[in-house]
């Protein structure tokens, strides 16, 4: 994997997108499993920067990025992770809210 470091930041140039990963709009639970399955081979072929949002599968992608990175064997400092926010969410407090239920949502998302 190839790097870049911006302002004492390193960061990898190449990341998994996570648009569809356990949905579209809305969460499909059908999807679950081949969600899962994909972002595990991310992890195993070396990908350690996942891009996602709170509005994909409606927060549901977030969850199923968290349930594979517990159950693997990677350490979550060495994963970089990017969500954004709706632009309805872009007012001060509503940015950190939103912050906020994206960091929590993994844990929500426990089996």
């Known amino acids: ?3 870049e470091t911006i302002h004492n930041l390193t960061l990898p140039k190449i990341g ?7 949905g579209e709009s809305s969460a499909d639970p059908t ?6 399955a994909a972002l595990q081979s991310a992890l195993e072929i070396g990908y ?3 891009d996602t949002a709170e509005m994909y599968a ?8 968290g349930k594979v990175i517990r159950s693997s ?4 400092e060495a994963l ?3 969500s954004k926010v709706l632009p309805d969410h872009l007012k001060h407090d509503d940015v950190l809210k939103s912050c906020e239920n994206s ?3 993994p844990q929500n998302g426990l089996p």
Do not use: A, N, P
């Open 31 to 36: 999807t679950d499993s081949i969600s899962m």
């Open 103 to 105: 960091l929590r949502r």
């Open 73 to 76: 064997q990677v350490k979550r």
């Open 1 to 3: 994997m190839k790097y």
């Open 16 to 22: 998994f997108g996570t648009w569809k990963v356990g």
């Open 80 to 82: 970089f992770i990017t």
């Open 48 to 50: 350690t920067h996942f």
């Open 58 to 65: 409606s927060g549901h992608t977030e969850e199923l990025l």
